[in-house]
């Protein structure tokens, strides 16, 4: 099985440019997509990401 490290600090990052963009990059999904399947997500990480997708859901960033 492949495991996937994630940079420390890389879901607020996506989660700052995201916000201050409007815009989510394709690389940044695959991050996120990633950092969900990470077993050792932090608390704080997995509210950024929630926050993310509500942002997402109710129209406040786009694909």
């Keep these: 099985m492949i495991e996937i ?3 420390p600090g890389a879901v607020g990052e996506i989660l700052a440019v995201t916000v201050d ?3 989510i990059s394709l690389s940044d999904r ?3 997509m990633a950092a969900i399947l990470d077993e050792s997500l932090e608390e ?3 509210q950024a990401i929630n926050r ?3 942002f997402v859901k ?3 960033i786009k694909w």
Excluded: Q, V
């Design 5 to 7: 490290k994630l940079l």
């Design 21 to 23: 963009t409007g815009y």
């Design 30 to 32: 695959y991050g996120l």
């Design 44 to 46: 704080e990480e997995t």
């Design 52 to 54: 993310l997708l509500h």
């Design 58 to 60: 109710r129209g406040r």
